[in-house]
Structure formats: structure tokens, C-alpha cells
């Protein structure tokens, strides 16, 4: 699916981050989300590599990168401590200053990436999420039935683990394909992929401890940056699929607006999988928004 990409394996404090590289130009790092890998870039990572260095992470819990032990707190899989990863895959590769752009979870350490380095950021485009404190405090009856996975990823160990376990790829198809297209969209190849990875020893330690961080300790960070006064100054693109829960129960650019000072966004006609089931509209979206000249930053 990477052809033109060279693989890497990096080490921070001992967590492995894997991910791939290609491409020429300003850089421009993407992210993935749940139950997934960076994989799911594969029908848009290609085209952004004809103007961007691409960088792609796996998330720690997902794909190829490490599966750390759980703590008490859950800071492990912090949203914080993911885009320290991020960041300093980064960092290694020459990249001080740099865009985002980052689909469900990624776009969660994506938001947290740019609050806690506000100078590496430079402008983020985040895909089908709204911030995730105000997720939690106007969850309604539609949205729990639609992601009815936050609830029970977040549950104490080890019965998600063990259900997840007893059948990892059962496991993701039902999580995917439960969506607005069902598993249609999915390549074979890169749904192989997600398997593959879920049935990797840790995965769903890792998924879990993922999602409980964002329900204890991510929402820790939040409010701490909601009494700072704390704001987004970059430039922030939010898009989302018409047909998914987010837009039918959140007031998306409403709730953005009120963690960024600058905001546009928009609907795609897909579900919740944005850069598998409308690659050519997050192309035409992301290709302007990141290839901003030097200079003209707002």
C-alpha cells in the first residue's frame, strides 16, 4: 500500500513508535484512529507525498508501535503522552515546525499536540471529532447507542480485554463495520492490516487503556486548559461525515469554536471513515488548507 515509503522504528522511554516516511516538501504529519493503523491512509497518503513529507505514526496500543503496561492513572495512554511520541518522531526525522492532520483518536492527540506545543503545530485539520470533554458532557441517548464503544473500552480490566481477545478480528469488523457503509469501504488489504495488528499480544490493553485515558486523565488535561484560558491559535480545519454520529449529535463547529480562535470546517458525504470512503474530498480539503506558503500564516 507504501510503496514509495521507507519504514522506521524510533524508541521513546522505551515505547516503540513505528511509522512510515515519503515524499518531498514541508512536512506534514498524519494520524490515525480506532481500531486502526496508519494504514488507512494508504488512498491519500501518495497524493499528499507529491507536495508534503509525509510522516505516518502509528499511535502507541495501535498498529506496530509499543503497548506500554497500564497504570493506576492511565498517563501511559495519555493523550499527552501520545503526542509526545508523535512529536518526537518528528523531531527525529529533522522537523521542528510542522502540519497535522488526524482522523478519531489521532485527532485527540492531534488537539493535545497542539495545546502542549503550540510552536511545532502549524495548522491542524482534524476528521469526524469533537472535542472530547464536551463529547462526554452532552452525550445523549443517540450518541451512546453509536459509539456505545466508549463505554465499554472504558470499563476496569481485564473483561474488555478479555472479550476483545477472545476474538480480535470479530472484534474490529463489528466496531467498523456497524457504520453508515458498513465494511465496504475497507480495502482488503488494509483491513487485513487492522486485524493483523488487533490480534498483536496488548492490543487490547492498549485500546482500553486508550479510551479509559480519555475518560479520567485526557479530561484532566481539558479542564486544566479551559481554566488557563487556554485556546488553539493555529489554524484548525474540522471536517466531518454527513452521514455519522458526530455531526447528528454535536454542534461541531459550535464546540470548536469555543477551544480555538480559528475555526472553519465542514461536512463530506461519508460516515465516519473520512480518508477511506471519501479520499478525493479530503484530498481537495487538505491540499490547499496545508500547502500555505511561508509567510502567510494567519
Known amino acids: ?57 502509528d499511535l502507541r496500543g495501535y498498529g506496530d508501535s509499543g503497548r506500554p503496561a497500564a497504570e493506576a492513572d492511565h498517563a501511559a495512554y495519555s493523550k499527552r503522552e501520545m503526542a509526545l511520541d508523535a512529536l ?59 459509539y456505545w464503544h466508549w463505554f465499554f473500552l472504558v ?20 466496531v467498523m463495520g456497524s457504520r453508515h457503509a458498513g465494511l465496504t469501504p475497507f480495502a482488503p488489504e488494509a483491513l487485513a492490516e487492522y486485524e493483523r495488528c488487533a490480534a498483536i499480544d496488548g492490543s487490547a490493553r492498549g485500546i482500553c487503556e486508550d479510551y479509559r485515558a480519555s475518560a479520567a486523565i485526557d479530561l484532566e488535561h481539558d479542564r486544566a486548559d479551559i481554566a488557563a484560558g487556554l485556546q488553539l491559535a493555529q489554524p484548525l480545519r474540522v471536517l466531518w461525515g454527513e452521514h455519522g454520529a458526530v455531526g447528528r449529535c454535536f454542534d461541531v463547529l459550535s464546540l470548536w469554536r ?32 496545508f500547502n500555505v506558503p511561508q509567510g502567510s500564516e494567519t
Open 1 to 57: 500500500m507504501f510503496a514509495s515509503f521507507s519504514t522506521f522504528e524510533l524508541s521513546r522511554n522505551g515505547v516503540r513508535v513505528h511509522g512510515r516516511i515519503g515524499g518531498q516538501g514541508k512536512p506534514l504529519l498524519l494520524l490515525h484512529g480506532h481500531p486502526q493503523t496508519h494504514a488507512i491512509w494508504h488512498r491519500t497518503a501518495p497524493a499528499l507525498a507529491e507536495q508534503f513529507t509525509v510522516v505516518m505514526v
Open 258 to 289: 469555543e477551544r480555538a480562535l480559528d475555526v472553519s470546517g465542514a461536512s463530506l458525504p461519508c460516515g465516519h471513515y473520512i480518508p477511506e470512503e471519501a479520499p478525493r474530498e479530503l484530498l481537495a480539503e487538505a491540499l490547499p488548507f
Open 155 to 174: 470499563q476496569p480490566p481485564p473483561l474488555p480485554e478479555a472479550l476483545i481477545e477472545s476474538d480480535p478480528v470479530r472484534y474490529v469488523r463489528s
Open 88 to 146: 518526537y518522531a518528528m523531531q527525529q526525522h529533522g522537523f521542528s515546525r510542522f502540519g497535522v492532520l488526524a482522523h478519531d483518536r489521532g485527532a485527540r492527540v492531534a488537539h493535545r499536540l497542539a495545546a502542549d506545543q503550540a510552536q511545532a503545530v502549524e495548522r491542524l485539520m482534524l476528521l469526524d471529532i469533537a472535542p472530547t470533554l464536551a463529547m462526554y458532557q452532552n452525550t445523549s441517548e443517540a450518541f451512546a447507542r453509536a
